[in-house]
């Protein structure tokens, strides 16, 4: 039944199925926080995730990377995620922090990523 699964250590966005087989596996990344932030010499930023529920998830963006994490800043407020809305449009794969969100909706007090390109590894527990 499985011979036709290859597992992907590294899964890259690339379409709408990507986007619910992360949802589902993050829970919508509800509880998450970042617990590492770095940008990368090369341009790409990479975020560690905890708190989701039985797992770790690393995610890397780059090209044309825009970000803000400045709304979950934990030393001036909350830095638990309850939600989160990914969208692929217009060559951009967006990830913000609220549920059902738009591109046009992205402003001031969002957590948002935008980049052409987004990978992630789950890390179990």
């Known amino acids: 039944l499985d011979t036709e699964y290859t597992y992907e250590e590294y899964k890259e966005i690339k379409t709408e199925t990507d986007i619910e087989n992360l949802l589902w596996t993050s829970g919508g990344f509800h509880d998450a926080f970042i617990a590492k932030e770095e940008l990368k010499d090369d341009g790409s930023l990479y975020l560690l995730f905890d708190g989701t529920w039985g797992c770790k998830i690393e995610v ?66």
């Open 60 to 125: 890397w963006f780059w090209g044309d990377l825009e970000y803000s994490t400045s709304s979950r800043n934990p030393n001036e407020s909350d830095p638990y995620w309850y939600g989160s809305t990914l969208i692929l449009q217009d060559g951009f794969v967006y990830f913000i922090d609220e549920t059902d969100m738009t591109v046009d909706e992205i402003g001031p007090g969002y957590c948002y990523f935008k980049a052409r390109h987004m990978k992630y590894k789950i890390i179990s527990d």
